[in-house]
C-alpha cells in the first residue's frame, strides 16, 4: 500500500491565482482530513470528510474548498491565493482512531 | 475537548528511557489521550492511546495517573530517529472522524 499520498510536494503562487492539492489513500478509509501547518505551530484542520459525498468544515476552513466524489481522493481547493495562506498543508485519513498522514505540500503565496 | 499542556523542549541521552509528560487537568471521563510525534517536516505519525489503564505498545508506553489529570509518554530506549516534536491529544472518542487538535507539543531532542 502507498498509504496517503499527495501532490505537489512544492508550490510557488501569485497573491491571485488559485490551485487544487491533491490527496489520496488507497486504505480505503472513510475519514480524510485537510490539516495546515505554519512554522513553528502545530496542526490546524481545514476541513474533514467522513464518507463520498460529506464534508464538513474544521477549526480554519476559510478561503477553501473541498470536494469528496471518491472514497480515495479529498482534493483541496485554494481559490484567490493570499500570502496568509503560505504553509505546508497535511492530508490525512483514518478508520478508527489512529490517523494516517501524508508527506506535505509546501505552498508559498508571494 | 480537554486542553493540553507540554513543556516546550527536552533532551534526552542516546540509550536512557525519555520521559515526555502532560498536562490535562480539566479531563473528562470520556475522553482518551492520544500521542503523535511528527519527526522533522514529515507528516505526524499516531504513537499511542488511553483512557485510564497504562498502556504499551512497540513504540512506547503511556502512563495516565490515577485522577487522569496528567500523563507520561516513555521512551525506553531512546534513539537518535526518536528526536521530534511529541505532541499530546485529547479527545472524547475512538470512533467517528478523529478532529486531533494538535498544540505546540515538545520538541524532544535525543543527544549521543
Known amino acids: 500500500n502507498a498509504g496517503v499520498t499527495q501532490t505537489p510536494k512544492f508550490r510557488i503562487l501569485k497573491i491571485g491565482q488559485s490551485m487544487t492539492l491533491q490527496c489520496a489513500q488507497d486504505m480505503n478509509h472513510n475519514y480524510m482530513y485537510w490539516y495546515r501547518q505554519d512554522p513553528g505551530m502545530g496542526l490546524k484542520l481545514i476541513y474533514y470528510?467522513?464518507?463520498?459525498?460529506?464534508?464538513d468544515k474544521g477549526e480554519v476552513p476559510n478561503g477553501y474548498n473541498v470536494s469528496r466524489s471518491t472514497t480515495e481522493d479529498f482534493p483541496l481547493r485554494l481559490e484567490l491565493a493570499a500570502p496568509s495562506q503560505t504553509s505546508v498543508y497535511f492530508c490525512?485519513?483514518?478508520?478508527?482512531?489512529?490517523?494516517?498522514f501524508g508527506p506535505g505540500t509546501r505552498l508559498t503565496v508571494t | 475537548d480537554a486542553k493540553t499542556t507540554q513543556p516546550t523542549s527536552m533532551d534526552c541521552a542516546e540509550g536512557r528511557a525519555a520521559n515526555l509528560p502532560c498536562n490535562h487537568s480539566t479531563i473528562s471521563g470520556n475522553e482518551y489521550v492520544y500521542w503523535y510525534r511528527q519527526i522533522h517536516s514529515q507528516g505526524p505519525q499516531y504513537i499511542i492511546h488511553g483512557l485510564k489503564n497504562n498502556e504499551t505498545n512497540e513504540m512506547a508506553s503511556l502512563i495516565i495517573t490515577e485522577d487522569r489529570k496528567s500523563s507520561t509518554l516513555i521512551l525506553p530506549h531512546a534513539t537518535l530517529r526518536d528526536t521530534a516534536v511529541y505532541y499530546c491529544i485529547v479527545r472524547v472518542s475512538l470512533q467517528g472522524a478523529q478532529k486531533l487538535v494538535f498544540g505546540q507539543g515538545t520538541r524532544l531532542t535525543i543527544n549521543p
Open positions: 470528510s467522513v464518507g463520498a459525498g460529506i464534508t
Open positions: 490525512a485519513s483514518s478508520r478508527g482512531y489512529e490517523q494516517y
